[in-house]
């Protein structure tokens, strides 16, 4: 069924999923370049990325595109590392600090 002939509250409904989808590999893909980081494991967050992108792609194909170059420059800003490197709100460096 296309966007334009689905019912609104299904349009809602899909609208709500893929917000949710996109705040939590936006807070994922943070978790990964703050461990990354700090040489800390990262693997099972990277996994959780992959399948969080794959739910993503298939379900808005129209705009994986804009999304993965999103993704790229949003975890390459947050990659830091250095003795002097603090990246704000990164767990690790608060914990570095105090």
Do not use: N
């Amino acid at each position: 069924m296309s966007t334009t002939t689905m019912p609104r509250r299904d349009k809602r409904l899909r609208a709500r999923r893929r917000g949710e989808l996109l705040a939590k590999r936006a807070a994922v893909g943070a978790q990964w370049a703050d461990r990354l980081s700090h040489g800390m494991p990262s693997a099972r967050l990277l996994q959780e990325m992959t399948r969080l992108e794959a739910h993503l792609i298939e379900g808005w194909p129209h705009l994986s595109e804009k999304w993965v170059g999103e993704w790229v420059v949003a975890d390459i800003k947050r990659i830091h590392g250095g003795p002097a490197a603090q990246m704000p709100g990164c767990a690790y460096c608060a914990l570095a600090q105090g």
